[in-house]
C-alpha cells in the first residue's frame, strides 16, 4: 500500500517548490559601468610616429551605459562620439574634423575605469578625396 505523507514532508515539499522561483529571479552579478562622465586630459599615439600623436582633451556626458561627448586634438581637429558601456568595456563611433578641412569617422572600443580610459581606434576613413588620417590609433586619458 502507498505511504501517504505526513504533513511535515509535505510542509518541507511545498517550502521546496515555493523556494525554485526565487534562484530564476535573483539578479546575476553583473559589473556596474564607471562614472567616465566629466573632462578627460591625455594623449594619442600611433605606430606611425610623432606627427600622429598629441595631447587631447575629451569632455563625456554619460545617461546610464550610453555617453556622447567631443574631443579637441591639441590645434588639428576637433569632433564629437557616442557610444555605450558594458561592464568596463566600451565602444562606439566618432567623427573627426580636422583644421584642413578633411573629415573622418571611425570604430572605437577599449576599457574604461574611474580613473582611466584606454580607446584603441583602428582604422579613420574619409569621402573627402585626398584625406589622409593615421590609423591604429590608441587613446589614453586619465583623471
Not at 123 to 136: D, K, L, R
Amino acid at each position: 500500500m502507498p505511504k501517504i505523507p505526513t504533513t511535515s514532508h509535505s510542509l518541507r515539499f511545498a517550502a521546496a517548490l515555493a523556494f525554485i522561483p526565487v534562484l530564476f529571479f535573483l539578479p546575476c552579478h553583473t559589473q556596474r559601468p564607471p562614472n567616465i562622465a566629466g573632462t578627460w586630459p591625455g594623449s594619442i599615439s600611433s605606430p606611425a610616429g610623432a606627427n600622429c600623436g598629441g595631447n587631447v582633451v575629451v569632455i563625456v556626458s554619460q545617461s546610464g551605459t550610453n555617453f556622447t561627448g567631443e574631443f579637441t586634438l591639441e590645434r588639428i581637429a576637433t569632433g564629437t562620439f557616442r557610444g555605450a558601456l558594458s561592464g568596463n568595456k566600451l565602444s562606439g563611433v566618432f567623427t573627426e574634423n580636422r583644421a584642413d578641412g578633411c573629415t573622418g569617422t571611425g570604430d572605437f572600443s577599449g576599457k574604461a575605469s574611474r580613473n582611466s580610459i584606454t580607446v584603441s581606434i583602428p582604422t579613420i576613413t574619409s569621402s573627402n578625396s585626398g584625406c589622409v588620417f593615421c590609423q591604429q590609433n590608441t587613446i589614453t586619458l586619465s583623471r
